[in-house]
């Protein structure tokens, strides 16, 4: 908690001490660190577990209907948060259309395979999935 409040230059609340009704949305920032450590997926793919900490949190900002937005890889832990409920959210991981370092097909097929709908999208796109209020 200290080193993560350095970084971000402030206080820090414990995740399970967030309120979904005391913010007004939430950013899940990319990178591999979101597939490692809020999730498995990076070691493990789509049956990798996610953080049940994370997950209530990400359930609980939908079902009060405040906005998630999911940069980069971090798609993978809203589907991961998301799997098995009744959301049926649209998410990008990136377009095959473009090249990237990333197996993007992977990536969409893993999402899909927890319940997600997939659109590909560049890098200077975005997806919103106005129903749900994910971006």
């Known amino acids: 908690m200290v080193e993560a409040s350095r970084i971000a230059r402030g206080n820090i609340s414990n995740i399970n001490e967030v309120n979904p ?3 007004d949305g939430l950013i899940i920032p990319g990178g591999f660190g979101s597939a490692k450590n809020f999730t498995k997926w990076a070691f493990e793919g789509p049956e990798g577990d996610i953080l049940p900490e994370v997950k209530l949190l990400i359930v609980n900002m939908l079902n009060v209907g405040k906005p998630v937005a999911a940069l980069c890889v971090s798609p993978v832990v809203m589907a991961k948060a998301l799997e098995g409920s009744n959301i049926e959210a ?4 990136g377009s095959d259309q473009e090249d990237s370092p ?3 097909q992977g990536f969409s097929g ?4 927890l319940g997600a709908a997939t659109e590909m999208k560049t890098v200077r796109e ?4 106005s ?3 994910i971006i």
């Open 126 to 129: 975005i997806l919103v999935d």
């Open 110 to 113: 893993g999402l899909e395979s």
């Open 102 to 104: 990333y197996d993007i």
């Open 131 to 133: 129903t749900n209020k």
């Open 21 to 23: 009704a005391d913010i």
């Open 90 to 93: 649209k998410m990008t991981i």
